[in-house]
Nanobody, 118 residues
Framework: QVQLVESGGGLVQPGGSLRLSCAASGSIASVTTMGWYRQAPGKLRELVAGITTGGRTVYADSVKGRFTISRDNAKNTVSLQMNSLNPEDTAVYYC????????????WGQGTQVTVSS
């Protein structure tokens, strides 16, 4: 069974940086879209950034210019470089691998906590 394993979360001061990474354990068919979502306490899960196989990216307005998503298609990994972090970025961050098919799949990581606080 495929699992997504995330790493890189933690505690950082406002203005600091973190880099999140996500890799799939096990063999999977080529991923169509890789993405990062986040969920803060009491809020719905929201898309932070996504990237297609061809490298097209999309970002939430709140992170544009501060976050950068990248992927390695050969290794089926995705990363999120987060700069100029602020307390509003505090949340659990989840990676997502989606393939429209066939085969169709939609995998989620277990989540990694990012806390921005002084």
């Amino acid at each position: 069974q495929v699992q997504l394993v995330e790493s890189g979360g933690g505690l950082v001061q406002p203005g600091g940086s973190l880099r999140l990474s996500c890799a799939a354990s096990g063999s999977i068919a080529s991923v169509t879209t890789m993405g990062w979502y986040r969920q803060a306490p009491g809020k719905l899960r929201e898309l932070v950034a996504g990237i297609t196989t061809g490298g097209r990216t999309v970002y939430a307005d709140s992170v544009k210019g501060r976050f950068t998503i990248s992927r390695d298609n050969a290794k089926n990994t995705v990363s999120l470089q987060m700069n100029s972090l602020n307390p509003e970025d505090t949340a659990v961050y989840y990676c997502n691998f989606h393939r429209a098919g066939p085969p169709v799949y939609n995998y989620w990581g277990q989540g990694t906590q990012v806390t921005v606080s002084s």
